[in-house]
């Protein structure tokens, strides 16, 4: 049987191209979980850990298996949170989370991603970023995507910048490094209209379709 006949959000995927780099994203099945799992501060950051780290990273104690399962459980027009792995080679690199609270009103989504150190310098993480544009602007029908990072992000800032999101508000960022500490940051917005995509992007959607626009309120 294919699962998306029955949770819908399993039949999304995205693929995206640019200056050589290739990658697709689909939403989180039990197997991706499980590989995500294993992913330790280092892999993520780099031997020099730093401060605007994952709490969750340290966090042993919480299963990040819960955690995704509980979006699925409580995914609904009203609050969704799409879960995706990034794919290169067909191996997992990263993650990305899509957020929204009364998306049909709002149209705004709330984004987050991160791939792993080995691969970063290398143009994945700005590709993953407008793979996650095209679905919210083009597919979903977003007016704005908004986003947030520590002010220590220097790599978050620039790549926001790229994409055209500007700065909209000081923050607190909450639940970093093994001590959960808190830290300066800033929340962002993209504008469909001050989007930044790239002439040459080759970028396909597929899985948007009536039962998944009902279960996300779209």
């Known amino acids: 049987m294919d699962?998306?006949?029955?949770?819908?959000?399993?039949?999304?995927?995205?693929?995206?191209?640019?200056?050589?780099?290739?990658?697709?994203?689909?939403?989180?099945?039990?197997?991706?979980?499980?590989?995500?799992?294993?992913?330790?501060?280092?892999?993520?950051?780099?031997?020099?850990?730093?401060?605007?780290?994952?709490?969750?990273?340290?966090?042993?104690?919480?299963?990040?298996?819960?955690?995704?399962?509980?979006?699925?459980?409580?995914?609904s027009p009203a609050h969704w949170s799409l879960d995706f792995v990034v794919v290169q080679h067909n191996k997992v690199i990263g993650s990305v989370d899509m957020?929204?609270?009364?998306?049909?009103?709002?149209?705004?989504?709330?984004?987050g991603s991160w791939i792993y150190h080995r691969l970063q310098g290398r143009g994945i993480g700005t590709l993953v970023?407008?793979?996650?544009?095209?679905?919210?602007?083009?597919?979903?029908?977003?007016?704005?995507?908004?986003?947030?990072?520590?002010?220590?992000?220097?790599?978050?800032?620039?790549?926001?910048?790229?994409?055209g999101y500007h700065v909209t508000a000081d923050i607190t960022v909450e639940s970093l490094g093994p001590d959960n500490h808190t830290a300066p940051g800033v929340r962002a917005e993209l504008s469909r209209s001050n989007y930044h995509r790239p002439a040459k992007l080759q970028c396909e959607v597929h899985g948007v379709t009536p039962e998944l626009n009902s279960l996300l309120g779209i």
């Not at 029908?141 to 926001?160: H, I, M, P, Q």
């Open 129 to 163: 970023r407008h793979a996650i544009a095209e679905l919210g602007f083009n597919h979903f029908g977003a007016e704005r995507l908004t986003t947030a990072w520590a002010c220590s992000n220097k790599a978050s800032a620039a790549v926001s910048a790229k994409l």
């Open 99 to 111: 957020r929204a609270t009364d998306f049909s009103a709002t149209k705004s989504i709330e984004t």
């Open 3 to 75: 699962l998306a006949r029955i949770w819908p959000p399993f039949g999304l995927e995205i693929t995206a191209a640019h200056t050589g780099e290739e990658i697709s994203l689909r939403v989180m099945r039990d197997e991706d979980i499980a590989v995500l799992n294993d992913a330790t501060p280092t892999d993520i950051f780099g031997s020099d850990i730093p401060e605007h780290a994952f709490g969750w990273l340290f966090d042993k104690a919480n299963s990040p298996a819960q955690f995704r399962w509980s979006h699925r459980v409580q995914m």
